[in-house]
T-cell receptor, first 116, second 111 residues
Framework: KAGVTQTPRYLIKTRGQQVTLSCSPI?????VSWYQQTPGQGLQFLFE???????NKGNFPGRFSGRQFSNSRSEMNVSTLELGDSALYLC???????????????FGPGTRLLVL | QKEVEQNSGPLSVPEGAIASLNCTYS??????FFWYRQYSGKSPELIMS????GDKEDGRFTAQLNKASQYVSLLIRDSQPSDSATYLC???????????FGRGTSLIVHP
């Protein structure tokens, strides 16, 4: 079974620009979560989408947004980029079956964003 | 606020030794616990999950969970230089789908 895929893998942007990142979950997984990882802050949760709806949201400004499509693929958008947005952006998918607590998240390879 | 604490390290062990990584968590309602390994520049890779008190073994890896003391640990036997990585502890509370991650412990296995 193919794993989580993310595109693009690397991206260089300048301040003020916007960027869209894409994530395709493992086949059958309906939940997609996005994380930002930086050396200083570690892994920080951005938001989670399930059945095309944002179900959970982390503590990030409104410049960070996302969406999920009917095939569970998800996109994340960052508008008005700032230097501090330079990070590894990770997507993780999970089954999210019922209320089961034994949910496991599987990560994609990430998109490394550099803002100049 | 749910917290997951890990010693940032680096933890340095000689090749062949046992590496012991520890993680404590604040939420007593936590039900699922995961260890991820992350090589430099790569994404986290799941290596172990544990849900009930006690030990769970998988090859050279053993996860230990003590809910009363609110800690989970990962033992790596016969450590190899290829085990050098950052190990992330993740904890999932009951009813939640979003795990809380620790900051990770850097492990260095030297020949």
């Amino acid at each position: 079974k193919a794993g989580v895929t993310q595109t693009p893998r690397y991206l260089i942007k300048t301040r003020g620009q916007q960027v869209t990142l894409s994530c395709s979950p493992i086949s059958g997984h309906r939940s997609v979560s996005w994380y930002q990882q930086t050396p200083g802050q570690g892994l920080q949760f951005l938001f989670e989408y399930f059945s095309e709806t944002q179900r959970n949201k982390g503590n990030f400004p409104g410049r960070f947004s996302g969406r999920q499509f009917s095939n569970s693929r998800s996109e994340m958008n960052v508008s008005t980029l700032e230097l501090g947005d330079s990070a590894l952006y990770l997507c993780a998918s999970s089954l999210r079956v019922g209320q089961g607590p034994q949910e496991t998240q599987y990560f994609g390879p990430g998109t490394r964003l550099l803002v100049l | 606020q749910k917290e997951v604490e890990q010693n940032s390290g680096p933890l340095s062990v000689p090749e062949g030794a046992i590496a012991s990584l520890n993680c404590t968590y604040s939420d007593r309602g936590s039900q699922s616990f995961f260890w991820y390994r992350q090589y430099s520049g790569k994404s986290p890779e799941l290596i172990m999950s544990i849900y009930s008190n006690g030990d769970k073994e998988d090859g050279r890896f053993t996860a230990q969970l003590n809910k009363a003391s609110q800690y989970v640990s990962l033992l790596i036997r016969d450590s190899q230089p290829s085990d050098s990585a950052t190990y992330l502890c993740a904890v999932l509370s009951g009813g939640s789908y979003i795990p809380t991650f620790g900051r990770g412990t850097s492990l260095i296995v030297h020949p």
